[in-house]
C-alpha cells in the first residue's frame, strides 16, 4: 500500500504548488499596480519655453500638481496611471506612467481653446457672454479713412459707440459717447488706455500704429477700471 500512498502524496504537492503558483500570479498584478512612483519632469510650450501654471492630474483621480516658474512638476502616481497635462490656451496632452519615474511633456497652441474665452480683467469669461460687450476693430479698417485722428476711423464701426463733433470744423474735437451717457456732474467721456497706460488726449495717437481698438461698454468687461470706466473704456 505504500506506493500508491506515495504517489498521492506527490500529486497533493503538484496541487499545491499550481495553486500557490497561480496564487502569486493573481497576486503580484495587484501589487505593481498599487505601486505609487513619484512622477517628475517639465512641461513646456511649443517654442520649448516653460509653462508655469500646468496641470498635471492622474485620470480618474483626484491626485494633482501645477508646474512651478521653470515649467518643472512632481506628482505621486501609480505605476499603470496615466497623467493629464493641460494649460489654458494650449492644447491636453495624456502620459502613460507605465513605470516611468520622468516625464517631460510639450503643449502646442490650441486655437479652438482660445476662441472659446475673453480675458477679462484679472479673470477669464465665455466668450458668448460677453460679445455684446466688447466690439473690436482692427488697425487695418481704421486707416481706410482718411484722417489723423484714429476716433475718426472708429466711426461707425463699433455698436453703441457714437462719435461726433460739437463744432462741425474740420479737424474739431470729437466726443465719444458709449451707450449714452452714464455720469451726470463729471465728465462722461470715456477712458482711453493705450498699451496698459491710462492716457488723456487720445487724438496724439497716430492710427498707423493701431494694430486695433476695442471699446468695452459694459460694466462686466469694464469693471477692473472701476469708477473711471463708468463712461466705457478704449483701448
Known sequence: M???????????????CLLLSLLLCAVLPLSLRAQNLNVSGTVRDGNSDPVAGASVVVKG??????????GSYTINAPADATLVFSFLGLSTVEEAVAGR????VVLDESNQSLDEVVVV?????????????ISTTKGSDI????????????RGKAAGVNIFSNTGQ????????????????????????????VMSDFHLVNPNDIESIEVLKDASSAAIYGARGANGVIL
Open 2 to 16: 505504500s506506493p500508491p500512498v506515495q504517489a498521492v502524496g506527490g500529486k497533493l504537492r503538484r496541487m499545491q
Open 61 to 70: 483621480a483626484t491626485t494633482g500638481a501645477t508646474t512651478d516658474a521653470n
Open 101 to 104: 519615474g520622468r516625464i517631460d
Open 121 to 133: 480683467g484679472y479673470g477669464t469669461m465665455r466668450k458668448r457672454d460677453v460679445t455684446g460687450s
Open 143 to 154: 486707416v481706410k479713412i482718411q484722417s489723423f485722428n484714429a476716433l475718426e476711423g472708429l
Open 170 to 197: 474740420p479737424g474739431g474735437e470729437l466726443r465719444v459717447i458709449i451707450r449714452g451717457i452714464a455720469t451726470i456732474n463729471a465728465s462722461a467721456n470715456p477712458l482711453y488706455v493705450v498699451d496698459g497706460v
